[in-house]
């Protein structure tokens, strides 16, 4: 009996063993088109093209020139200021949802994942038009007695509205989790103790859902450091950020040891982010682990104090305001932001439907002209089709690797399987715009530079986060004993994955398959820099009509992405696990 338990045993550690090497896949190439690429991109930096000798030129003409200190600056203010808005705009969409019952919360969730699913270029295109000097936005201030020359777009304000608007969803669905985790009886408890509703929550509810608030801040500011699309389209030159500068060094110069150069200061300052942020918080909001934020020290300090005036505030509040009025308020509030969400996803239609020769809403006379254009365009309809076969593509792979590795870490108990966690996720931390230079600079090498291969290597590669984090959600759900019990009566082993897991997980497969098609089909970043504007997909091709002259095609496209996304994200919303 002892021998027997004793093989149990080694068959149950060998299981684990075996679980968690499924993941070496996804972190070989993980490492193959991430770490390598970075790293020769950053390397060749300090290496002399001549001499090949250890050399910090670059560096020094780099900080010797005021511009790109500017830049760096206005890369660091321009995100700081992206990450407050979307916090101090985010938690009271976040509380909203995690107050309500779980089949109102995931109707509204539509309205949050939505806009998110809809590609930022599409979303400030949407707002270039509606913020324009004779926009829409503009005659209605000037109808309630603004200054008739309103200029709201290329400028600061504009670019900081434009990103928050695009990063706004990721921060509710960062914050959204660590509220629902929170026991819900515990501020019922303390009100029975004689606290009032808002110091219950002050007290209770703010202090445990901040590891949501500080896990949202740190991804919200480490993509806003990578971040070019708004400040390129929203922004003046004073908005210049890295992003644009990495562009121009690559595109037009052709300058890679620069490009390294500002890849590795941008790489700098988001690690040194992380770093500060595993200080004073921990990691475990981002990992997944759910400890509580780290306390204590000048962070705890003004964490308290932020606590105590805001209970200080809401008690006087609630002392001149009646409790529905109070919450009317926080309602309307709710559905502004809401509103505003969703404005840019439904300005398009309409745009498309014009049979104005100039894009502009409300459009003042309805025709089909732009739809034929589009349609009867085999340049974009190329791009189309480009992209539509590359999201496909790239779905599955992604599906497949982070399939491999998600069911990997459910099975195992291994404390590695936290690294693994960290590993797959770093596609979203490592700056989008620092990936698409790597791939450009290693791609270039081994002929995959303007390929349907490179642009889907690079898109799976930037999927993988959302497509892992689905899988891993829907494998940790599964009760492995219906596995054990299928094989006590008699089940082979790929009997129990066919008739029993796969069942189980089918949902969430589908799920991840069309959140990662969706991620490539919008995807523009890599696909600029790897497709080198001769593999055009749907997005470049968008990018380049904005960039050179904004045409009505560019709404009738727009309007089949939505349309497209739109289907999709309901299908993935209705097959993913509840």
């Not at 090949?52 to 760096?72: C, H, N, R, W």
């Not at 808002?198 to 990578?226: D, E, H």
């Not at 600079?441 to 690079?458: E, Q, R, S």
């Not at 898109?459 to 984090?469: D, G, N, Q, Y």
Request: charged share 10%.
């Amino acid at each position: 009996m002892a021998e027997l338990s004793a093989n149990n045993t080694f068959s149950r550690q060998r299981l684990r063993l075996d679980s968690l090497w499924l993941s070496m896949p996804g972190l070989v190439y993980m490492a193959l088109l991430l770490i390598l690429p970075a790293g020769a991109l950053i390397w060749q930096s300090f290496v002399n093209p001549k001499t090949g000798a250890f050399d910090l030129t670059v560096y020094e003409q780099m900080f010797s020139a005021g511009v790109y200190v500017k830049v760096l600056a206005n890369t660091f203010a321009i995100s700081a200021q992206v990450t407050v808005v979307c916090l101090l705009v985010g938690y009271p969409i976040a509380v909203w949802l995690a107050g309500m019952p779980e089949r109102r919360r995931r109707m509204a969730m539509w309205l949050v994942l939505l806009p998110f699913w809809v590609s930022p270029l599409l979303k400030n295109f949407a707002w270039i038009v509606l913020l324009a000097r004779k926009g829409i936005v503009a005659q209605m201030l000037t109808g309630m007695g603004f200054d008739t020359e309103l200029n709201l777009l290329y400028g600061r304000g504009a670019v900081v509205f434009g990103m928050a608007h695009a990063m706004l969803p990721i921060a509710i669905l960062t914050m959204l989790p660590t509220m629902l985790a929170i026991d819900g009886r515990l501020m019922p408890a303390a009100m029975t103790m004689g606290a009032s509703r808002s110091q219950s929550f002050w007290r209770i509810f703010m202090p445990l859902s901040m590891p949501g608030v500080a896990a949202a801040g740190l991804l919200i500011f480490v993509m806003g450091l990578g971040f070019f699309i708004t400040p390129a389209l929203l922004g003046s030159p004073n908005e210049t950020v890295i992003g644009q500068m990495m562009i121009t060094q690559v595109q037009k110069l052709f300058n890679m040891r620069l490009a390294g150069a500002l890849a590795a200061l941008l790489l700098a300052v988001t690690l040194i982010t992380i770093a500060v942020y595993d200080r004073f918080f921990g990691m475990s909001a981002v990992s997944g682990n759910g400890a509580v934020a780290k306390r204590g020290g000048i962070i705890g300090a003004i964490g308290g104090l932020i606590i105590e005036v805001g209970a200080a505030v809401s008690d006087f509040v609630a002392r001149l305001l009646p409790a529905r009025l109070s919450r009317s308020f926080f309602i309307i509030f709710v559905w502004i932001v809401i509103a505003v969400m969703i404005v840019p996803v439904l300005a398009f239609p309409p745009m498309a439907f014009s049979g104005s020769t100039f894009l502009e809403f409300p459009p003042k006379s309805f025709s089909l002209r732009w739809f034929q254009a589009y349609m009867g365009s085999d340049q974009w309809m190329g791009a189309t089709t480009r992209s539509a076969v590359i999201a496909i593509v790239t779905g599955v792979l992604a599906t497949i690797i982070s399939g491999m590795a998600a069911y990997g870490l459910a099975r195992t108990q291994r404390k590695a399987g936290g690294l693994i966690f960290l590993s797959f996720m770093l596609p979203m931390v490592v700056p989008n715009i620092v990936i698409g230079v790597s791939l450009f600079y290693v791609l270039a090498k081994v002929g995959l530079i303007a390929t349907n291969t490179g642009i889907i290597l690079g898109h799976t590669l930037s999927a993988m986060p959302i497509v892992f984090v689905i899988l891993l959600t829907t494998f940790r759900s599964v009760d492995w004993r219906l596995l054990q019990a299928a094989a006590t009566l008699g089940a082979s082993r790929w009997q129990q994955i066919r008739l029993v897991l796969l069942p189980l997980v089918k949902g969430g497969a589908v799920a991840a398959f069309l959140f990662g098609l969706l991620h490539s089909f919008e995807e523009l970043t890599i696909a600029l820099f790897v497709g080198a504007g001769v593999k055009q997909t749907l997005p470049k091709q968008m990018w380049d009509d904005i960039i050179l002259s904004i045409s009505p095609t560019l709404a009738a496209a727009s309007v089949f992405i939505v349309a497209v996304v739109t289907v999709l994200f309901v299908i993935a919303e209705k097959v993913r696990p509840r």
